[in-house]
Each structure stands twice: as structure tokens, then as C-alpha cells.
């Protein structure tokens, strides 16, 4: 890295923020370099065309952005108290990097796109929870892919959907770091409640 | 309504099912039109322009897309047995008036639209869930907006992105029906196990 200011990288930045808002067929090229401050033959010159600009940002959705949460789930559980622990820890440190990617990760779920990391990390997840099944952590008529999705449904639409769910529900699910915190201990309590056997 | 092939309808239709794929800047007027098998001139004619086809779009998500789900929540519990079958049918049929309406609501949750329908649901599945917990059917530490939040994340999700989480997990959400009865089965037992008191 350490070219944070090249342009490819101001590309990026401003094609994640425009596509997000806008979707990918919403966005002008034209638009996105304007935002970039380049050339408007950058995006050519970068990345061949809108479609590569896409492709480039999805792959910032590396395994980079999952790392720490990835290294809690490097051991099976070593019993019940761990594994409300590790949980705990999963839950928050995965919201912590979508929303530091807040921008990458609404455009990987506006285009479904299938980001390599997103996939090793649900697979790894799963395979946790398939180990604390074995240990009669969780329940036995409980289906793990299932469960990945309960969790990651929760924390993808808080990020996604924040100032949606902020018009909705008037909850200032973002900007307010007590709120995000007593959300978060809430739904990891009706999930541990709802898994744990 | 009756008018069910008037341009009018079928450009909502198209209208609907192109914002969802494309998102609303990614469709055109033109290809609208020609998806709607109707003249150019017809979205002005009829919407003015192309928001006001995608306020009649968000308008679809209407009173009548909730009647069923709406009835169930119109008594308070009167036990834990018929909370448990209670929420088992909000489940069900909210999840078929999502899948009846699934462009429209793809395009609610892209555009990030507020139809009072859904407010109105929201709000009544909330005063739902606070007269179970008055009734000590539900933990009282509980907030009651976060619950709605994650039954309806399952959902809206399982919906929006079927095809998406076909190609991630390799389920088939969407077309198999036994699929989604397991499906359902298994979110509202972790749901009730982690809310009931």
C-alpha cells in the first residue's frame, strides 16, 4: 500500500462511495472522477472500464478486513463460558470492520458480488459452530449455516441500513456509541438464549 | 383495480422489476417502456417522470400487502402456547407477503424508501411484543424494537438476496419449498428460545 493519495486509490475510494449510493449503473463514470479529482480517462487508464473499477473495489473486501474476527475462531470452544466470550467478541469486532468498510460492503451486497474473504469467513464461522455442536455447546436441531446467517443478517442490515433505520425507527443506530453498544449486548443475548444448548 | 394491463400497471411492474435489478439509476425511461410494451411518452404521461413512477412503485407497498400478517397481531397473547403459534404465522405469511411483492420491496430497500405500510407493521408487531412482555411471555430485559429488527433482518434478507445466498451457500432459498419450511422452522426456534421468558 502506502499510496494512499494515487489515484487508483482516490478512484476506488470515490467509485465505493458513489456506486453505494447510487448503485453501479447510477454512477457516471464522469461523476466518479470528478469526486476523485482525475482525469476523466482515468478509470480507462486504472481499470479498463466501470466494470474493472467495480472488481477493484470489491477486492478491497480482502481478507485484510477480517482478520481479527477470523483469529477468534481459529480454536474450537473450550465450553460454554468461551464460547459466549468468542461470540461476544465475533459479533463486535464484525461490526467493527463493516463499518470501517461501510462504503465497500453496501456495494458487495447492492451488486452481490462474491468477495473470496466473505465466503472463507462464513466457512470458518460455520466450522466453529459445527465444533461447538459436537461439544454440546449448541443445540443439536440447529442447522450452523443457518445460524452464520442469523448473526450476519443482524450486523450487515445495522451498517447497510443505518440512516434508513435511523428514519424509520428515529434509533441513532450509528453516530451513538451507547446505543450500538446496549444493541449489540441485546442481540447477542437472544442469540446465545436462542443457540446455546 | 381491474385495470390490470393498463400501461399504467404494467409500467409499474417493469418499472418495479427494473429498479430492483438495476436500482433506480440504473434503468432507463427508454427500456422501461419497452419492458412495459408501452410508447416512450407513457411514463411522462402518467407519472410526470421517472420518480414519480418509483413513488407509485413504493405506493404497491401498500395496507393490503400486511392484512394477513396485521390480524394476527390485533389481540394481545393469551398465553405462552399461542405467542409461540402466533409468532410462527407472522413468520410465515410475512414471509409471503414479502416473497408476493418481491420486486417492490427489493426497490423499497435499495431506494431506501418509507412506506407507512411498513411503519404501521413495525409499530404493531412492537406493541405486540410489549404486551407479551407485560405479560411476562417475553424477558423483560428485552427492548422490543431490536426484536422486530431481527425477525424482520431474517426476512427482508432471505427475500432480497435469495439468489445471492444461492451462489454464496449454495442454497436454494427460493425455489424449494421444503427448503424454506426447514428454514423458517429452524429461525423461529432460535427466535422464541432466545425471547421468551
Redesign the interface.
Known amino acids: 500500500m502506502g499510496r494512499v493519495n494515487s489515484s487508483r486509490d482516490r478512484l476506488i475510494q470515490a467509485g465505493a462511495q458513489l456506486f453505494a449510493k447510487?448503485?453501479?449503473?447510477?454512477?457516471t463514470v464522469r461523476e466518479i472522477c470528478a469526486d476523485a479529482k482525475t482525469g476523466v480517462n482515468m478509470i480507462h487508464h486504472n481499470f479498463t472500464n466501470k466494470d474493472g473499477l467495480l472488481k477493484a473495489i470489491v477486492e478491497q473486501f480482502s481478507d485484510d478486513v477480517f482478520a481479527i474476527p477470523m483469529r477468534l475462531l481459529d480454536q474450537e470452544p473450550r465450553g460454554k463460558e468461551d464460547f459466549a466470550a468468542r461470540m461476544e467478541l465475533l459479533f463486535s469486532t464484525t461490526l467493527d470492520a463493516f463499518v470501517r468498510q461501510r462504503h465497500i460492503l453496501t456495494v458487495v451486497?447492492?451488486e452481490?458480488a462474491?468477495p473470496p474473504a466473505?465466503?472463507a469467513y462464513?466457512g470458518k464461522f460455520q466450522g466453529f459452530l459445527e465444533d461447538a455442536k459436537a461439544l454440546g455447546l449448541v443445540?443439536s436441531?440447529?442447522?450452523t449455516?443457518?445460524?452464520t446467517?442469523?448473526m450476519l443478517?443482524?450486523l450487515?442490515?445495522h451498517v447497510i441500513?443505518a440512516?434508513?433505520?435511523e428514519?424509520?425507527?428515529g434509533?441513532s443506530n450509528d453516530s451513538d456509541e451507547e446505543h450500538r453498544t446496549?444493541?449489540l449486548k441485546?442481540?447477542l443475548?437472544?442469540?446465545?438464549?436462542?443457540?446455546t444448548a
Chains 1, 2 share one sequence.
Open positions: 447510487k448503485g453501479f449503473g447510477g454512477a451486497v447492492r452481490r462474491d466473505f465466503r462464513i443445540r436441531d440447529l442447522d449455516q443457518m445460524l446467517g442469523f443478517d443482524r450487515l442490515n441500513y440512516s434508513w433505520i428514519k424509520v425507527y434509533a446496549r444493541w441485546s442481540n443475548s437472544v442469540f446465545l438464549d436462542g443457540v
